[in-house]
């Protein structure tokens, strides 16, 4: 006993006080997971054309509501797919509420015309941004629905989770994709007709 109470941290016994300062096992699990998932769950918020800053904390506050859906012993099963239906739901509200509060600000005049770097780039470098421009248009074209399909599959979501994070069926999954990619397609074809 003369041992347990010299080895305590604010009264605990030992074992109890390094107990305190772990992580626990929901801790630990958010954690891994958001090391896993932290680039993609990012990269599509950021398809739904937010600032970087917003997108950042639209992450965090996705992860944080995993923390506190873990915590209260709620469902496990797809982790992966509750995230991206948080994350695309919080991207959703966010978008919402900028739309709102960008009447209020005024844009600078000429501010849109000046070039971020005035250095030429080589012939290829300026082919290759033109035609990541194109499919860029051509995607951004499409109706929401079925970028945020393309996204979350370029993320490497199955059909049933894209159907699950979106509130879709999986056929509407697959005839998303499908309508989406064959636009890609014809793009790229008709771009590589003009130049031949």
């Known amino acids: 006993m003369a041992t347990e109470a010299t080895n305590s941290l604010a009264g605990l ?3 109890e006080a390094a107990s305190a300062t772990r992580p626990s096992r929901v801790e630990d699990e958010v954690l891994s997971l958001f090391e896993q998932l932290r ?3 990012l990269r599509y918020l950021l398809s739904f054309r937010l600032p970087v800053s917003d997108a950042e904390e639209v992450l965090q506050e996705v992860f944080l509501a995993l923390f506190r859906h873990l915590q209260q012993g709620k469902s496990r099963e797809n982790l992966q797919g509750w995230i991206f239906r948080v994350a695309h739901h919080s991207a959703l509200k966010c978008r919402l509420r900028s739309r709102r509060y960008a009447d209020r600000f005024v844009e600078v005049e ?3 015309n000046v ?3 005035p250095a030429p780039n080589p012939e290829e470098s300026l082919a290759i941004r033109e035609r990541q421009q194109r ?3 051509v995607v951004q074209a499409l ?3 079925e970028q945020c ?4 599959r370029a993320e490497g979501l199955r059909y049933r989770e894209i159907a699950g994070v979106l509130g879709i069926s999986l056929g509407g999954v697959a005839a998303s994709l499908e309508k989406s990619l064959s636009r890609l397609i014809r793009s790229e074809k ?3 007709a003009e130049k031949s």
């Open 13 to 15: 016994p030992l074992t």
């Open 39 to 41: 680039a993609p769950v």
């Open 110 to 112: 000429g501010l849109s």
């Open 115 to 117: 070039t971020v770097d």
């Open 135 to 137: 499919l860029l248009a």
């Open 143 to 145: 109706p929401e629905q």
């Open 149 to 152: 399909c393309l996204s979350l």
């Open 190 to 192: 008709q771009d590589a």
